[in-house]
C-alpha cells in the first residue's frame, strides 16, 4: 500500500512560480509511475504530467508543456511539480497519483494510489 500526500499549494500572481511535492509512504514508490492530475471547479480532473519509475521519460499535456516540470527524488520518496508561468487558468486543486506497470499514464482510471490533493489558485 502506498500512502501520497501532497504539499506545497497557495496562492501565486499570474506570472508567478510554485513546486508542488509529494511525500510517498511505502516501499513500491521507486516502481510506480507517478503522475500530477488537476481540477476546476465544475471541470473534470484532468491530466497534468507523469513521469516513468526512474524519472528519465516524461509527459505534459499540451497547455502547461514549457512551464511545468515534473521530476522525483526516489531516494526521498518524493515526486515534484514546478510550475513556472502560471496562469489564472492553471487555479484548481492538484493531486497526485500513482500508477503500477509500466508506460506512462494519462488517464485517471490508470492510477490506483491518489492523494488528497492541495490547492493552487493563480491571481490575475
Known amino acids: 500500500q502506498v500512502q501520497l500526500v501532497e504539499s506545497g499549494g497557495g496562492l501565486v500572481q499570474a506570472g508567478g512560480s510554485l513546486r508542488l511535492s509529494c511525500a510517498a509512504s511505502?516501499?513500491?514508490?521507486?516502481?510506480?509511475?507517478m503522475g500530477w492530475f488537476r481540477q476546476a471547479p465544475g471541470k473534470e480532473r484532468e491530466f497534468v504530467a507523469a513521469i516513468s519509475w526512474s524519472g528519465g521519460t516524461t509527459h505534459y499535456v499540451d497547455s502547461v508543456k514549457g512551464r511545468f516540470t515534473i521530476s522525483r527524488d526516489n531516494a526521498k520518496n518524493t515526486v515534484y511539480l514546478q510550475m513556472n508561468n502560471v496562469k489564472p487558468e492553471d487555479t484548481a486543486i492538484y493531486y497526485c497519483a500513482g500508477a503500477t506497470g509500466i508506460g506512462l499514464r494519462t488517464r485517471t482510471d490508470d492510477y490506483v494510489y491518489w492523494g488528497q490533493g492541495t490547492q493552487v489558485t493563480v491571481s490575475s
Open positions: 511505502g516501499r513500491t514508490f521507486r516502481n510506480l509511475v
